[in-house]
């Protein structure tokens, strides 16, 4: 009995220290952590400042007045159109 009980407890220990998931960086993505507007040439320019996941890189990216006002600092921003930064 006893050995049923101390074999028990050891699966459940080592079924518990499974492979901790790796976490793959998206390179087309960072976060956001500045952004604002600009009044140039009569009408308003919506741009982002974000971090790159990969590379820690800051880039400067325009964006719709939509998407400007939905997204916040601190949010995940992915740019399916452009190379790696």
């Keep these: 009995m006893l050995r049923i009980l101390i074999g028990l407890f050891l699966v459940v220990i ?3 220290c ?9 390179c087309h993505c960072g976060t956001i952590i500045n952004d604002g507007i600009i009044y140039e040439q009569g009408k308003n320019q919506y741009w982002f ?3 790159n996941s990969c590379s820690g ?3 400067r990216i325009n964006s719709s007045p ?4 939905e997204t916040y600092n601190g949010d995940l921003l992915c740019i399916e159109d452009k190379q790696k930064w």
């Design 14 to 16: 080592f079924s518990s």
């Design 18 to 26: 499974g492979k901790q998931e790796v976490i793959n960086k998206d």
């Design 49 to 51: 400042d974000v971090e």
């Design 57 to 59: 890189k800051i880039k």
């Design 66 to 69: 939509e998407i400007w006002s």
